[in-house]
């Protein structure tokens, strides 16, 4: 085995090791439990509603029925987005900074650059660890929604479903990967392992919610008048300005593709495949951006400040 | 003679501050040799050019022979390293840390190497423990096992006995001289403890300000000063000196 597959098996065995990161993992998936539950639920009580509605307008002769609520399957899976772009950052984000900080405060790395390795080996080996790691949990995170929707929700998801569920999960793995590579980037410029956190943190609020938040401020208003009532609504409209600063945010690229992929009725699914498949390709792209950046930069630093791992 | 290890002005240089200024030094194979100096001195950071941790500002250096920038990987074949405080993976037992260093040493047949290698300590019932369990003593005959698992010519030690007890040092020293003596392992260490180095070390060198001043073997040394009954008196007295020069 090569010094990169050895190094890549090390961090995957470590970070199931890591009590930090299993805790946050079994948080996840017991939040996704208990997000399907509440989307079946809910969706059970709209089709008894609908149901209580009918009967109730066939007794009283009424022939004009309202039409059937849709039922979006991949709907109830929907808060997966929510979870991954907050938990998952979270633990991209453990995984990044337990990469390379402790054994930079222990001494760790002298001794694996004191064998026949490269320090590129070093780093690639890190990197294929981690990412083995968020792809082996998204994975479960797949397989395990799959059988919430099954055992939970009553329903048997079509293909089609099982693709946009898989979809959403590859750019889950690239949104994650932008969290890992910039852990990974300041654990190898800073040398306080409290601060790599919280800036990683800092800066996927910064990501997250801020840019989103100000992106909104610089959307334009188009005020809607009800010609029945007098009232007017605000109906907020994107703007250049608001469109660009919302490209930055890795966030709100994975929650609109989200949105776009797990709410879906099945019934469009074909119709839309062309389109949804350049939005995503679209989103992918936008995702991998930072990734690279951050990976091209730690790279850089790593490769030519040699007294880094001495410190 | 052999060399194990020849450097010839060798330097480091971090911006304006120069950790190691022109080193040329010799150490013939089989020497246990004490690299000495006050804190800064630049003992830490020849030893990180010669283990190829570090490239040097200018000046060369070979390990039997092969380059430590041409030649960095057969440097590591032939170099055992155990850093000050090792610390290992402290989740991970004994055996567990010790076949990762083995395999990426390409050592054939691990895990046979690896009881082995505890053997020589006289602990291989330390295989099934968590390095985190250890105590510092255990920890760094450990970071000692690692070191010796491919079977290297020299090892590199940086301050192999430091902030261990008496027993601990004792241990440590004792583990040195029987491979030295055994296997011919040349040993390079940096150390402060000047009654081990006394009782261990062949041959010497003193740091001061990166700067070689002395390097000789143990006896010359100890000849050079008859007025001075330790290496302590005679290390303070070429410090003395140094300051005054300087």
């Known amino acids: ?311 | 003679m052999r060399m194990a290890i020849e450097t010839f002005n060798l330097t480091r240089r971090y911006e304006d501050n120069v950790a190691v200024d022109n080193l040329t030094l010799r150490v013939p194979q089989g020497e246990i040799f004490g690299f000495l100096g006050h804190n800064g001195a630049g003992k830490t950071t020849t030893i990180s050019m010669l283990t190829t941790l570090l490239l040097p500002t200018s000046g060369t250096a070979a390990i039997f022979g092969h380059d430590i920038r041409q030649e960095n990987l057969q440097v590591r074949q032939h170099i055992g390293y155990v850093p000050e405080n090792v610390r290992l993976y402290n989740d991970l037992t004994v055996a567990e840390n010790l076949q990762f260093f083995a395999a990426l040493s390409g050592v054939s047949a691990a895990p046979q190497r690896i009881i082995e290698v505890l053997e020589l300590l006289g602990h291989p019932e330390w295989r099934g423990l968590r390095v985190g369990e250890l105590s510092k003593g255990m920890r760094q005959r450990i970071g000692l096992a690692q070191a010796l698992l491919h079977r290297p010519s020299i090892l590199f030690l940086d301050e192999p006995a430091s902030g261990l007890d008496p027993e601990g040092t004792r241990a440590i020293s004792d583990l040195i001289v029987w491979l030295n003596e055994e296997f011919g392992i040349t040993v390079f260490m940096n150390t402060h403890q000047l009654a081990e180095v006394t009782k261990l070390c062949t041959s010497i060198g003193i740091m001061n300000h990166g700067r070689l001043v002395m390097a000789d073997t143990l006896k010359n040394v100890l000849a050079r000063f008859p007025d001075h009954h330790s290496l302590e008196e005679i290390y303070l007295e070429v410090e003395r000196q140094e300051r005054s020069r300087a």
């Open chain 1, 1 to 311: 085995m090569n010094a990169i597959a050895l190094i890549a098996r090390k961090e995957f065995q470590a970070a199931f090791r890591n009590r930090l990161f299993i805790t946050i993992t079994v948080l996840f998936l017991a939040m996704s439990i208990l997000s399907v539950y509440i989307g079946s639920v809910t969706k059970r009580t709209e089709l008894r509603v609908y149901n209580q509605t009918v009967a109730s307008l066939t007794a009283q002769g009424v022939t004009a029925l309202p039409p059937q609520p849709e039922i979006h399957t991949l709907t109830i899976l929907s808060n997966l987005t929510e979870y991954v772009s907050i938990v998952g950052a979270i633990l991209a984000v453990v995984l990044g900074y337990n990469a390379l900080i402790e054994e930079k405060e222990s001494g760790g790395l002298k001794l694996i650059l004191s064998r026949p390795v490269y320090r590129d080996q070093l780093l690639t080996g890190k990197l294929l660890g981690n990412a083995a790691v968020i792809a082996v949990l998204l994975g479960l995170v797949f397989v395990f929604n799959l059988a919430l929707l099954v055992l939970i929700g009553g329903i048997w998801p079509t293909l089609g479903e099982v693709g946009r569920l898989l979809s959403f999960v590859g750019l889950a793995f690239a949104y994650m990967l932008i969290f890992l590579s910039l852990a990974m980037l300041l654990s190898i410029r800073m040398q306080n392992s409290a601060a790599v956190f919280l800036v990683s943190l800092v800066a996927w609020m910064l990501l997250s919610f801020v840019i989103p938040q100000m992106a909104e401020t610089m959307m334009a208003n188009s005020t809607v008048i009800n010609s029945i009532s007098g009232a007017t609504n605000q109906i907020p409209q994107d703007t250049a300005a608001s469109q660009a600063l919302n490209f930055l945010s890795p966030t709100w690229h994975l929650r609109s593709m989200g949105e776009q992929l797990l709410e879906a009725a099945p019934g469009s699914v074909i119709l839309k495949t062309g389109t949804l498949i350049g939005h995503w390709l679209l989103t992918l792209f936008a995702l991998l951006i930072p990734s690279i950046v951050f990976m091209a930069a730690g790279y850089i630093t790593f490769l030519r400040d040699e007294t880094l791992t001495l410190e």
